[in-house]
């Protein structure tokens, strides 16, 4: 243990404690801004700036670690006037314009200017001089650099996390900022549109494109009938947005404001992560036949899943040799669209070109995949908005609901019905879980053996997991699959699935079934996601997401009647002629470089 | 305080001959012990921190690892430096058989030299040179092999982490300290980054020993060292003077007759006006320089050399850290409005305290020495800013 | 293969495919290329296994490489204080003349660029400039002529 003082208070940490989490311990606060706690160490705003005493130089909290005896002022004049001079530099060289900001109000650059009172200017404004462009290219994610206070947690981001380097720091000193490969649009480059880089950009230099208007537009329209999907990580974390504390769950009050803000229907792709459970349950099942019994080369296993379109796009750039292993299986948001404009259409009698369809998604890859030209197979476009969970709950905001008030409200029926298998969808692990829970029973006839159907070894927050069930005492029809022992991986953060398709491409792994998110503990923190996020946080919405599938009466997706009802009415069977002009897709070897 | 006439010491570029000897003798001799005689010659870095030599050289030998690393800083970009080129130039064995000495010491098998762009005319000399002295180390059992990286025009990467970051094929961003890298240095191996005057130091100290070079100098500052020296000088060129001197001395004797300032220690170090000279020691104990002496006379507006100095640093400003990347070029658009009066002269104390902030909160010595120039140009010389 | 692809592949059998091995390889392009392409970053970056916007970013770090097209010849005149007392200017006007061209610019036939350069380490010798790896000091603006037709007629 270190022995030291923080502000005259005396306090023992342990060896390797920096001063910043020193102070925490004792409720103090240091301000940050290129801190983070899911990145590595940067150090370089220098707004958490403390003093020791009997030091000449200020110490970078967040990057020094404690030393025995060391005494730490962390609001002494010298700290004050220098943090205040730097928080300047910072408003200097930034576009400050709040009131037209779509960050205004959630804004850790904002907050701090407010908390130091930053009114007078000193400094020249440095953005005349910059002819910052702002690049819109990208459906999901907007990058204006006129925001950006070079803190580099987007560029850490999208290398540590996502193992993807779309963002650079280039040139040097006057000229320093963040850069895709030679200043290209973001369109053009590798980004996967995952946005770990919004959910950790200080300020507004990064969002998601949003769509709040062209919603609002659909909604105003009389001729129309505008129907909303809601993903299952939504649920657990919309309430952080609206005066909820983190990890409540909020599936009802949802629903209700979103009748309140006038969708037409109000649906949940849950629905369609169920139907996704049952068709790539039946892919995956389907595929172990072909290699086990028919021997056949051309099958490749392991076979991996395919409900992330960060991930997605991943794997184009990637590994477009390995996309053969992707499940054909489409998002259940793309499933959902693609039914909303057919069968649900049909059912309610409305004629497809008058239904938008929109999505509200803990994602901003989602706003990619929804434009992807493979994605109109009912004819039009099958999802025509995407919006995140952070937009919705502006959407809420605007429309004057008390949020916290509501009464809690069910979806719709058709299409509206789910099962605890789809709400785990939102958490890493979840479609892994989901899909035994249902592939197990078809197989064997009985449950999975786990206590009360939770298969703990595939939760988790570890970035790579593994497991293996043994499958013993088959129905008949799948005797091929007696004594089987599955194999299967779990990956979330796309820097880890990176390291696990590595080990399927060089063949040293030898897997059945992997579950791949492209967002650190999968949708539940997803790029869409209310800001902050933390660790912390996404355990919180885990669990949540858990309790909710404990809460739910069906906790399988084969149980779910409307899957059912689907399959007898209007798809045939999983993986039938319908299924696959509907449900499944393809996908396209994009460069890498 | 102790000052010293100004004596010329020619030491540094004796005729070469008697290195691989001086270094045989010291393979068979106690590493500890070498050390000790290091650390007791009071030799401090050459390439402007000033830390001391036998200091980081034993913490290196202390720190435990497989493999260890000692570089040779010449990427001298220090505006008015040409010192260390001149050391390569004419006695480049000295320094590689200073690295090969440490590597020795501290258990280093592998050395770098890291030359700036700017100098790579003087690669194929050096490769040479290296690959002679290679042979020659195998020949007397030294395991120590040298190797040549340059750097690509940027000055911060003198800066001895930034200079790691460059060699491990990274941008040229300094690191947080600690760890240091005598600890974790090039691929997080325990490393000695020294300057190419300072390697040619400790052989000098293995030749003459150190109570012999510590008649040279002041307590605080032993020894001799290279001067660049160039302006409004009557001699210009490099000059191997005993530290501990007074300005006032060295400017009778450089100076033109007509000197009003001298910047001491490049654009990073600071400006002394006529009135202080004769108070101004050169040395630790006065004002440190990595070698550069630029010298002007009255002619000379001081505007044009502070806007120079800021022009250089908003430039090679990494642009990592927000005092130094936002303040340089606060301060340089600053001293330009107040000169086109868009301002008012009293904005220059803002930029004074500014320069305060920077000095004390950047992350790296570019950063914290750009107030060097600034304050002591706008102290002596406010009006020149001004009108 | 293109011949980008095949000289890259090169480079990187020599240098090695670690990131230590990123600058030696960046160097020797600009050696023999004098600027880096954007194909050339590609090819980098699929050798070394990075990707090509972290090639980018390190390499747009450094001035001496340059990822915008310049000429076979770069000019880079110290414009550090005391080259810029010794006359600087003078020389600076005396290339632009001779080559019609401005700080920043490349001659239409790819021949020569010119950029300014901070302290090149002559300054008891200024004014200076460097010619690719050349190093040219005690300027005089009938001496710099001299030397661009030099090596013009190269
Ligand atoms: C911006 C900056 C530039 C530097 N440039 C050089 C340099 O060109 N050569 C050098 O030897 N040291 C330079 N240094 C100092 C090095 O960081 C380091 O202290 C030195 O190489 C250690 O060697 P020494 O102890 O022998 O002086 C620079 C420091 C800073 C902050
Ligand atoms: S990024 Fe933050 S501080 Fe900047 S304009 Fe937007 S809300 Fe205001
Ligand atoms: S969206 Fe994802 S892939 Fe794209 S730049 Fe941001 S972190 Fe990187
Ligand atoms: S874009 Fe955002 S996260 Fe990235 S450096 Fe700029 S402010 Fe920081
Ligand atoms: S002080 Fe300047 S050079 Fe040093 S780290 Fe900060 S920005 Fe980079
Ligand atoms: S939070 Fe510590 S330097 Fe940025």
């Not at chain 2, 050289?57 to 970009?77: F, H, T």
């Not at chain 2, 997080?188 to 012999?212: A, D, L």
């Not at chain 2, 000169?339 to 009293?346: A, D, G, H, N």
């Amino acid at each position: 243990m270190i022995n030291l003082t923080i502000n005259n208070i005396p306090l023992s940490v342990e060896e390797g404690t920096t001063v910043l989490d020193a102070a925490r311990q004792l409720n103090l606060r240091i301000p940050t801004l290129c801190y983070h706690e899911d990145l590595c160490i940067a150090g370089n705003c220098r707004v958490c700036v403390v003093e020791q005493v009997g030091m000449r130089n200020l110490l970078a909290s967040c990057a020094t670690p404690v030393r025995e005896n060391m005494q730490i002022l962390t609001n002494s004049m010298k700290v004050r006037q220098a943090r205040k001079n730097i928080i300047e530099l910072l408003l200097s060289e930034h576009n400050s314009d709040c009131t037209k900001c779509y960050k205004n109000g959630n804004c850790e650059l904002q907050t701090m200017a407010n908390e130091y009172r930053t009114g007078n200017h000193i400094y020249t404004d440095l953005i005349p001089l910059k002819h910052n462009k702002v690049d819109v290219s990208s459906p999901s994610i907007m990058k204006d650099d006129s925001k950006c206070i070079r803190c580099q947690r987007c560029v850490r981001t999208c290398a540590e996390l996502q193992g993807v380097n779309a963002l650079a720091v280039a040139h040097k000193g006057h000229e320093m900022k963040i850069s895709s490969f030679y200043d290209k649009p973001m369109h053009e480059v590798v980004c996967t549109n995952c946005g770990q880089c919004i959910n950790r950009c200080p300020t507004g230099a990064l969002v998601e494109r949003n769509y709040i208007e062209e919603v609002w537009n659909a909604i105003y329209d009389p001729t129309k009938h505008v129907a909303v999907q809601t993903a299952p990580a939504v649920r657990v974390a919309l309430g952080e947005e609206l005066g909820f504390e983190v990890g409540e769950r909020v599936t009802g009050k949802m629903v209700a404001a979103l009748r309140r803000l006038g969708f037409n229907s109000v649906l949940d792709t849950d629905f369609t992560a169920d139907l996704t459970i049952m068709e790539e349950g039946t892919e995956l099942l389907t595929r172990l036949k072909k290699a086990l019994v028919d021997k056949d080369q051309s099958v490749t296993l392991p076979m991996t899943t395919s409900c992330s379109p960060g991930w997605i796009k991943f794997i184009e750039h990637t590994y477009p040799n390995l996309l053969p292993n992707v499940s054909t299986c489409k998002s259940p948001q793309q499933m959902f669209g693609a039914l909303v404009k057919t069968y649900y259409a049909q059912k309610k009698n409305i004629n497809p070109k008058d239904i938008v369809s929109v999505s509200i998604m803990p994602c901003t890859a989602k706003k990619f995949e929804a434009q992807r030209p493979e994605m109109r197979d009912s004819g039009y476009q099958d999802v025509d908005y995407v919006l995140t969970t952070r937009e919705l709950a502006i959407m809420i905001k605007q429309a004057g609901i008390e949020f916290l008030k509501l009464e809690d409200e069910k979806f719709d029926r058709f299409m509206g019905d789910s099962t605890g298998a789809a709400v785990i969808f939102g958490a890493t692990g979840g479609v892994m879980e989901a899909a035994l829970r249902t592939a197990y029973e078809l197989v064997t006839g009985r449950e999975v053996p786990f206590e009360n159907l939770n298969i703990t070894p595939v939760r988790g927050m570890e970035g790579v997991r593994e497991a293996s069930v043994t499958i013993a005492n088959v129905l008949p029809e799948w005797s091929f699959l007696e004594g089987v022992e599955l194999k299967c991986a779990i990956a979330h953060g796309l820097a880890n699935a990176h390291k696990l398709m590595a080990a399927v491409e060089s063949g040293d792994a030898n897997y059945h079934f992997i579950e791949v998110m492209a967002c650190p503990g999968g949708c539940l923190g997803g790029g869409g996601q209310p800001i902050p996020t933390s660790p912390e946080i996404r355990n919180k919405r885990a669990k949540a997401i858990y309790a909710e599938d404990e809460g739910l009466p069906m906790r399988k997706s084969h149980e779910n009647p409307e899957v059912t009802q689907i399959y007898e009415e209007f798809l045939g069977h999983p993986l039938g002629h319908k299924s696959h002009e509907l449900l499944h897709t393809h996908y396209r070897a994009r460069k890498r470089y | 305080m102790e000052t010293k006439q100004l004596s010329r010491v020619d030491l540094i570029f004796k005729p070469e001959g008697k290195e691989i000897e001086l270094l045989k003798k010291k393979l068979n001799e106690d590493g500890d012990d070498f050390i000790l005689e290091l650390i007791d010659s009071g030799l401090k870095g050459r390439g402007g921190a000033g830390f001391l030599t036998g200091l980081k050289w034993k913490l290196a030998r202390e720190a435990k690892a497989d493999q260890k690393y000692v570089i040779c800083n010449a990427d001298e970009g220090e505006p008015g430096t040409f010192k260390d080129r001149e050391i390569l130039e004419r006695v480049p064995r000295k320094v590689f058989t200073g690295m090969a000495l440490c590597g020795h010491i501290v258990g280093a098998t592998k050395g770098y030299i890291y030359l700036r762009a700017e100098y790579k005319y003087l690669a194929p000399k050096l490769k040479k040179c290296m690959a002679d002295l290679n042979d020659e180390f195998k020949k007397i059992g030294l395991e120590f092999t040298l190797d040549i990286r340059y750097g690509s025009g940027a000055y911060v990467c003198g800066e001895e982490t930034a200079l790691i970051e460059s060699m491990e094929g990274k941008r040229g961003e300094p690191r947080n300290k600690p760890p240091f890298p005598v600890t974790e240095g090039y691929l997080n191996k325990p490393t000695v980054v020294n300057n190419v005057e300072t390697f040619v130091n400790t052989m000098i100290i293995s030749e003459i020993g150190f109570k012999e070079y510590k008649k040279l100098g002041t307590d605080h500052s032993r020894g001799m060292k290279l001067f660049s020296i160039s302006g409004d000088a009557v001699k210009e060129g490099i000059f191997e003077l005993e530290l501990g001197m007074s300005l006032a001395d060295f400017v009778e004797e450089f100076g033109d007759g007509d000197t009003k300032a001298v910047q001491v220690g490049g654009a990073s170090g600071f400006c002394v006006p006529r009135k202080k000279f004769k108070e101004t020691i050169i040395g630790f104990e006065g004002i440190p320089t990595g070698g550069s002496m630029k010298i002007f006379n009255s002619s000379r507006s001081m505007y044009n050399v502070l806007h120079n100095y800021l022009d250089f640093f908003q430039e090679e400003s990494c642009g990592q850290c927000t005092p130094c990347r936002v303040g340089c070029q606060q301060l340089l658009l600053g001293i330009e409005a107040v000169k086109r009066r868009e301002r008012p002269s009293s904005y220059l104390d803002e930029l004074m305290k500014l320069a305060d902030t920077m000095k004390i909160s950047a992350k790296c010595g570019l950063g914290q020495s750009v107030g060097n120039a600034f304050v002591s140009i706008i102290e002596n010389f406010r009006e020149e800013i001004v009108y | 293969m293109s011949n980008t692809e095949n000289f890259v592949k090169e480079l990187a059998d020599k240098h090695g495919r670690k990131r230590e091995s990123l600058m030696p390889i960046l160097q020797e392009v600009i050696d023999a290329r004098r600027y880096l392409s954007d194909e050339t970053v590609v090819n980098i970056a699929r050798e070394l296994d990075m990707s090509a916007a972290d090639v980018y970013g390190t390499a747009s770090f450094y001035s001496f490489i340059e990822t915008k097209e310049v000429g076979q010849y770069s000019i880079r005149l110290c414009k550090t204080i005391v080259c810029d007392m010794k006359g600087k200017e003078a020389i600076l006007n005396a290339i632009e003349e001779t080559l019609k061209i401005k700080i920043g610019q490349t001659t239409p036939d790819r021949k020569f660029s010119l950029s300014t350069t901070n302290c090149l380490g002559w300054c008891h010798k200024g004014p200076a400039m460097l010619i690719n790896d050349e190093v040219f000091t005690e300027l005089t603006p009938g001496k710099v002529i001299e030397i661009l037709e030099n090596y013009m007629n190269r």
